[in-house]
């Protein structure tokens, strides 16, 4: 369905600079680090004066006691658009969505969209510990907590209501450590075979070790900005051609099977111009494969419920039949906190403006770059969604 009359498209702001802080698994510098380092790799990526950076998007979880405000005087920036999302695996669309729109008002000329985190040893424990106080009071008094377990719980739903197999998820893992193989940043570096996916350790059945993200330190960060400008500087860009965020989607569902994507999908494919069929690469959030499996029904690829039969008849490399999370995804590169939402869309910009650092898409003109994330205790509340566009697309 086309987009309604009260909506209005991007076309005049456009995404540039996609740069990463290199990840690593343990981390004695703060969180304020890594943000820093975001910002520093941003100005030199752009070319750009500190002075100019007029507004600020900032996704973290470990700023604590400090705020997105506090880290202005930091970082020796003065912004007279500042906001701080906090949204996990979200972040990174929910902060595009309202840098787009401050650009566009006026309220900012050039924006800065960080995502970083640190990771110190424990310290991903003792975040579990303080994430919800919903989670902890529904599951910790059984001794249950963390995400694990809640997705195993959803994982063998799913595979009894669906019918998904162990190999089925397993091909999608192989397929993204394939594509992490040709992605400089990435925290694993080793081949993986079905077979090891198979045979690793359990975790929280029928989770296994590489069903699981790693928990590690770093930055993810782009520069929204008016095209023009964009074109002045001489700065590849790519443009968003719709978004969607929806919170809490289905709360009536006893067990999470699909997310807000379903409600906002066909808004999505219609503001963008665009079918499932046009996408040449879908950047999902793969905190475990089967939200990916979800993820890619919930936005119209296939029927809910057929995944597993659209696992079976793809192949999800770069140069796959549905490229997939093209630097390799969490389950492969990692997942820096809230940096693990500004992933894909990192990767998405790099594709669609020949800044490659991972294998090239062959002729990628649309992408999808998908954000899921705050996890209760029995599902995830945030979702969203942003079609992204080649330049001359």
């Known amino acids: 369905m086309p987009a309604s009359g009260k909506d209005r498209d991007y076309q005049d702001v456009v995404l540039v600079a996609p740069v990463t802080v290199p990840y690593t698994r343990y ?3 703060s969180a304020h680090w890594f943000v820093a380092q975001a910002l520093s790799r941003l ?18 979880f470990m700023l604590a006691p400090d705020t997105a405000i506090g880290l202005t005087q930091h970082l020796g920036i003065t912004v007279r658009w500042l906001d701080y999302v906090p949204l996990g695996g979200a972040s990174g669309i929910v902060a595009l969505r309202r840098a787009l729109r401050a650009v566009q008002a006026g309220d900012a000329e050039v924006v800065a969209c960080i995502g970083a985190d640190t990771n110190h040893v424990d310290s991903f424990r003792q975040t579990l510990g303080s994430f919800s106080v919903f989670a902890r009071d529904a599951v910790f008094p059984y001794g249950s907590g963390g995400p694990n377990a809640s997705f195993a719980f959803l994982t063998s739903y799913y595979m009894r209501s669906c019918g998904a197999t162990r190999e089925d998820f397993g091909k999608l893992c192989v397929a993204q450590r394939d594509n992490a193989l040709g992605y400089p940043h990435a925290m694993f570096k080793k081949k993986l075979t079905l077979d090891e996916y198979l045979g690793a350790r359990l975790i929280a059945d029928p989770i296994r070790l590489f069903d699981c993200v790693m928990p590690c330190a770093g930055a993810e960060a782009f520069l929204v900005m008016t095209r023009q400008r964009a074109e002045a500087l001489g700065l590849a860009y790519a443009t968003v051609r719709s978004t969607c965020e929806r919170h809490n989607a289905f709360p009536e569902d006893p067990i999470q099977m699909r997310g807000g994507w379903v409600l ?6 219609g503001a963008a111009g665009v079918e499932p069929s046009d996408i040449d690469f879908v950047q999902t959030y793969d905190d475990y494969p089967v939200m990916s499996m979800i993820q890619i029904e919930d936005l119209g690829f296939c029927k809910k419920g057929e995944g597993p039969n659209f696992i079976r008849r793809n192949s999800f490399t770069v140069d796959g039949s549905f490229p997939i ?12 906190g809230c940096a693990a939402g ?23 003109r649309f992408a999808i770059a998908v954000g899921f994330g705050m996890i209760t205790y029995d599902r995830g509340l945030c979702s969203g969604a942003a079609v992204l566009g080649r330049a001359n697309a």
């Open 325 to 336: 999370n093209t630097s390799g995804g969490q389950l492969s590169v990692g997942q820096a």
């Open 27 to 29: 981390s004695i510098r």
């Open 43 to 60: 100005l030199k990526e752009s070319r750009l004066m500190k002075a100019d950076i007029d507004g600020m998007s900032l996704g973290s």
């Open 264 to 269: 906002d999908r066909e808004h999505l494919y």
């Open 342 to 364: 500004f992933l894909g869309v990192v990767e998405s910009i790099r594709q669609l403006t020949d800044c490659n650092l991972a294998r090239p898409v062959p002729g990628a």
